[in-house]
């Protein structure tokens, strides 16, 4: 993780974006980054995890010395408890990997990747690498819980994996490559494999759109990808692509089609987010004082909350009032029992005795790559929004 921060023009994190849209790597490098109480969070995750990683399969480490190295890092104001549970999820899958193999494999933890043979000066860290029986294997710690992420055909994955191989295949036989994402606050693992020749013709077909990334060439092309890049705001190839909803307008006869239906619907929901980007810029811009004719920055509503709690509750009963009052019991929704039991405890006490039922979900819309099946002729309109 160390050396990614150093930032490579073209990650291997913003592949997506810059495969896609291959001028926006040197346009987000003329802007500033803006770091995240989420981004550190992640890193202080990573941190924890790769502590454990080293104890259990790289370094001899007593037990002392890892819960010296273990505090310090929970001294970290943006700690939570949380991350203990997570991160053991994602050590107890790796040592699922690593028992499975019949010889002890190879093990690197926060491995530097160069695969700049492939990516002008292309460079990642890979959070954890094993290799054993022919098998290159490359797992990766996603520590959000905004965007779940697959490793089928992930860019990212593969750029690490051509690293990896680089770095190992003079030393060790590869024939296949495993990748897995492990997304422990969503209850997600996500896992892709294909041979070393499938991974090879593909960083092949990554090289031309590489050097065009590299260089800043090509055209910007507006998409999906554009969600965490630093020009999504102010892009102007962004902008036309929605203002261009304008035309929609001039469509002749009087009543639109299915196809436009469902063209307007694609440009629509991205246009909701380019708007909320916009809205972010216009009041951190604001907010420095400068102006953004038609717009200022005013103070929300404002919150009121307890000095101290337990104060104001001894006050309040001091004066009469009736403790049952103050407080709320209500019941906790299933999900929120299974989060407090765990799923084991959940299914033994409540699911296998029947005392909880599924229902289906109320039919939503969704676009063609969501992986759900599509449902058709099983209610009305009507029936669905409860009319």
């Excluded at 998409?223 to 962004?238: M, P, Q, S, T």
Aim: hydrophobic content about 40%; overall charge negative.
């Amino acid at each position: 993780m160390t050396a990614e921060r150093a930032h490579a023009i073209l990650s291997a994190s913003g592949a997506h974006r810059w495969l896609a849209c291959t001028p926006s790597a040197r346009l987000e490098a003329t802007l500033p980054e803006r770091e995240s109480e989420y981004a550190e969070e992640g890193r202080l995750a990573h941190a924890i995890a790769e502590l454990k990683l080293r104890k259990h399969f790289i370094e001899q480490m007593n037990v002392r010395t890892f819960n010296k190295k273990l505090k310090e890092l929970q001294s970290n104001g943006l700690y939570q408890d949380e991350m203990m549970k997570h991160t053991d999820v994602y050590t107890e899958y790796l040592q699922g990997i690593v028992h499975g193999f019949t010889t002890p494999p190879y093990i690197a933890v926060e491995k530097r990747l160069d695969f700049s043979a492939w990516v002008p000066e292309g460079f990642g860290t890979g959070d954890c690498i094993i290799i054993g029986s022919g098998t290159l294997r490359i797992v990766d710690l996603k520590y959000g819980k905004g965007v779940p992420v697959s490793a089928e055909g992930n860019p990212q994955m593969r750029l690490y994996a051509l690293g990896a191989w680089a770095a190992y295949n003079f030393l060790f036989p590869i024939d296949r490559v495993r990748m897995t994402i492990v997304q422990p606050r969503l209850d997600s693992i996500s896992e892709d494999e294909i041979t070393i020749q499938e991974l090879l013709e593909w960083g092949e077909w990554v090289k031309p759109i590489a050097t065009k990334a590299y260089a800043g060439e090509g055209e910007f092309v507006p998409g999906e990808h554009c969600r965490f890049c630093r020009a999504k705001a102010l892009c102007r190839a962004r902008a036309q692509y929605y203002l261009e909803l304008e035309g929609f307008k001039k469509m002749i006869p009087p009543l639109i089609s299915n196809e436009e239906v469902g063209r307007i619907l694609e440009r629509a929901r991205e246009l909701e987010k380019w708007v909320s980007d916009l809205e972010e810029y216009a009041l951190a811009e604001s907010l420095k004082g400068n102006e953004i004719p038609g717009w200022k920055a005013v103070e929300g509503r404002s919150s009121r909350q307890y000095v101290d709690q337990d104060a104001a509750f001894a006050a309040l009963k001091a004066a009469g009032i009736d403790e049952a009052i103050l407080y709320e019991r209500k019941p906790l929704t299933v999900a929120q029992i299974e989060k407090v039991l765990g799923k084991a405890d959940y299914k033994r006490l409540l699911e296998e005795p029947g005392l909880v039922k599924v229902e289906p979900g109320k039919p939503t819309l969704a676009p063609i790559s969501d992986k759900r099946e599509a449902i058709t002729n099983r209610i009305t309109a009507a029936e669905a929004f409860g009319e």
